[in-house]
């Protein structure tokens, strides 16, 4: 299989809020480009992407997935990332591989909370977006309402580029305001034809290219420099000025469609290769790695997983060139490793190639250490990319094996677990000896378990939820000085310490200054007391929990021209802050989400009594067509369970989403 020029590569995510759409749309895609020979359905299990059981069973996408093929002579690497709340770090490992991503809304809904939250993802990133507006032919789908929600709640300048034709069942196709040609899928068919603007929509379509070009030639220089002399723009020029402001993150393009029933795909297609970027248009990843294949190879490891034929490397090549047989290096763990094979994957399926190019998202097989977030390179041109950054886990369940026997298959399946999914923590219970599995949320845990079960044939018994605590400061202490001597025969220990501690600002986890003047704390020991002090933010006094929020300053000290050493003043650090924090004045934080509860308008009053119950602050209230959408900040140990909770408040009808919040001081 040849492999394309990095040119005519488009790496992208399919980003969204949980059942807008994402799986629908890459089925879609998947099925018009010719990669599959059958539409795959979410509701039936018959998805491509969606390939465990899991997934099948419970109609989300878990896991990320990676597929391949071709349009318009571009080859495309999709992945279709999840879009539940519990799984966002899935989302962030996808997003640091991709140059581009196509965001998908519901039509009906507009910007949901999920969507808000990868949009921001993808912001940290640097990754250049267009908008699909989906669902366009459900009752209440109105794109312009999606739009301005794309405006106000992402705080973008949206560039409509299409104009629908009908509404809700009557939507057919669209008006294409670049080129001023129809598309319409006539008569349930899966293909469109071009035809001329209805001449019911003339006029609006020409409103609509007019402001599309004021709008561009208000962003773009040189698309101002046509608009002024000719005052208008042609389709070439309006073309190229959409795809730099697209790379720019300047404005988004945005297109709209049914992808179930297969309207406004095809455009889609065509706007990926027109206004997302290739390989080689992304600066070099951390100003190190230019996108090219005679370079040394260079790649980052993204996703890791076990089947049953071997362990699968996912890889995004940002350099050089990948074969069956070569010896790459494992800069995290400094191991050589061989490659077996190279395949284009296919979600669950794979064909081998006899290599990958800078630019491809390929799988590997071979390498028996590499992580995710491990940069695989030349053995001859070591480099370290910047691995996803991976959040903490903010809820904890015991886990145990139902038969003794099984506790060592139980230790072997966790630790694959952990391997394939870096957000997940196991750890044991210093005090009670019991292993803990720590992830991002009920259903991340509830989804772990369950393969363990499924997968590893394991039964296993599991305890109830337990959320991350946190300590901070709330009132400090000053002058608190700790002397830190020991003499046991030969050189002995001396540290003088002078500290005070107190509440860091609301950006700051932890934060270290020195005001010692004249010497009297040397700057290696001062580094050393800042080591001891994190030392200590390990375990608070009110519950062993670890503390975050607190700024120390160390403003004197002492020194033994004999027995003062780094690690004398490390232990001096640790110790004094930790007796600093008994006398302060402490407060117990815990993680808070927020929480949008969509019910319907003559249930509201149940679901704000039940919300209260729970602590929760109730900051939004909304009524759209007998419809109450409510929003909260609750804290999230009072979540566990509401689900089912919701469903019987609501007779089945209500739904919600979730979203970190950070924390919160202990609300009574």
């Not at 419970?58 to 999840?82: E, K, N, Q, Y």
């Not at 607190?550 to 004197?556: E, H, K, P």
Request: proline fraction near 6%; aromatic fraction near 4%.
């Amino acid at each position: 299989m040849r492999t394309p020029d990095s040119t005519t590569v488009r790496n992208l995510g399919i980003l969204a809020h949980v059942d807008a759409g994402k799986t629908t749309v890459t089925e879609r895609i998947l099925y018009l480009t010719g990669a599959t020979h059958k539409r795959g359905e979410v509701h039936e299990g018959t998805t491509v992407t969606d390939f465990d059981p899991q997934e099948r069973d419970r109609g989300i996408t878990i896991s990320a997935a990676a597929v391949s093929c071709d349009w318009a002579g571009h080859r495309l690497h999709l992945i279709d990332t999840p879009g539940h709340v519990d799984f966002s770090d899935e989302v962030e490992r996808a997003l640091r591989v991709l140059d581009g991503a196509v965001a998908v809304f519901d039509a009906v809904a507009g910007v949901e909370p999920q969507s808000e939250t990868v949009w921001r993802q993808a912001d940290r990133h640097g990754v250049p977006r267009i908008a699909f507006v989906n669902k366009l032919d459900r009752a209440g789908a109105e794109f312009d309402a999606a739009v301005e929600s794309i405006r106000t709640r992402l705080g973008v300048v949206p560039l409509p580029v299409q104009l629908p034709i009908g509404r809700e069942d009557g939507f057919t196709g669209v008006v294409d305001l670049v080129r001023m040609r129809a598309y319409v899928w006539a008569g349930g068919a899966g293909t469109y034809t071009e035809q001329e603007v209805p001449e019911a929509l003339r006029d609006e379509a020409g409103r609509r290219r007019r402001a599309l070009e004021e709008r561009v030639a208000e962003l773009h220089p040189g698309a101002l420099e046509e608009f002024c002399a000719d005052s208008a723009l042609s389709e070439g020029t309006l073309r190229n000025a959409l795809r730099d402001l697209t790379l720019g993150g300047e404005a988004v393009v945005v297109l709209g469609g049914s992808a179930y029933r297969d309207r406004g795909v095809e455009p889609l297609l065509d706007a990926v290769v027109a206004y997302l970027p290739a390989p080689p248009d992304m600066p070099p990843v951390r100003g190190t790695v230019p996108a090219d294949p005679a370079a040394p190879f260079t790649a980052l490891v993204f996703k890791v997983h076990a089947t049953a034929t071997g362990r699968m490397t996912y890889l995004r090549v940002y350099a050089g060139t990948i074969g069956k047989g070569d010896t790459v290096l494992d800069t995290a763990t400094g191991r050589t490793e061989r490659i077996a094979r190279v395949l284009r994957v296919q979600a669950d399926r794979a064909t081998e190639v006899e290599e990958a190019r800078a630019g491809d998202i390929v799988a590997v097989v071979g390498p028996k250490a590499a992580r995710a977030g491990a940069t695989l390179c030349d053995p001859a041109a070591p480099v370290v990319l910047e691995p996803p950054t991976t959040a903490a886990p903010v809820v904890s369940v015991a886990v145990e094996a139902r038969r003794s026997a099984d506790t060592g298959r139980l230790a072997t399946a966790l630790a694959r677990l952990t391997e394939e999914d870096p957000s997940l923590v196991v750890r044991t219970d210093p005090e009670t000896g019991q292993t803990v599995l720590s992830g991002m949320g009920e259903l991340h845990l509830e989804v772990a378990v369950e393969k363990v079960r499924r997968d590893r044939g394991v039964e296993v018994t599991v305890g109830r939820p337990q959320v991350a605590y946190r300590e901070t400061v709330e009132k400090g202490v000053t002058g608190l000085l700790y002397r830190h001597v020991k003499q046991d025969g030969g050189a002995g220990q001396f540290a003088h310490v002078v500290i005070d501690v107190e509440p860091a600002t609301s950006e700051e986890e932890f934060a270290f200054a020195s005001t010692v003047t004249g010497g009297r704390v040397p700057q290696e020991y001062v580094r050393a007391v800042e080591a001891g002090c994190r030392d200590a933010l390990a375990e608070g006094p009110l519950g062993g929990h670890p503390v975050t929020g607190v700024r120390v300053t160390l403003t004197d000290g002492a020194t033994h021209p004999k027995d003062s050493s780094e690690m004398a003043f490390r232990t001096a650090g640790r110790f004094a802050l930790r007796e600093a924090l008994r006398a302060c004045g402490m407060t117990l934080l815990e993680p808070v989400a927020h929480v949008t509860v969509t019910v319907p308008a003559e249930c509201v009053g149940a679901v704000l009594g039940d919300l209260a119950a729970r602590r929760g602050r109730v900051t939004d209230q909304a009524n759209r067509a007998g419809t109450a959408v409510v929003t909260a900040t609750v804290p999230l140990a009072e979540l566990f369970g509401y689900a089912s909770r919701l469903r019987g408040r609501t007779q089945g009808r209500g739904t919600f989403t979730t979203r970190p919040a950070g924390y919160e001081a202990l609300r009574g």
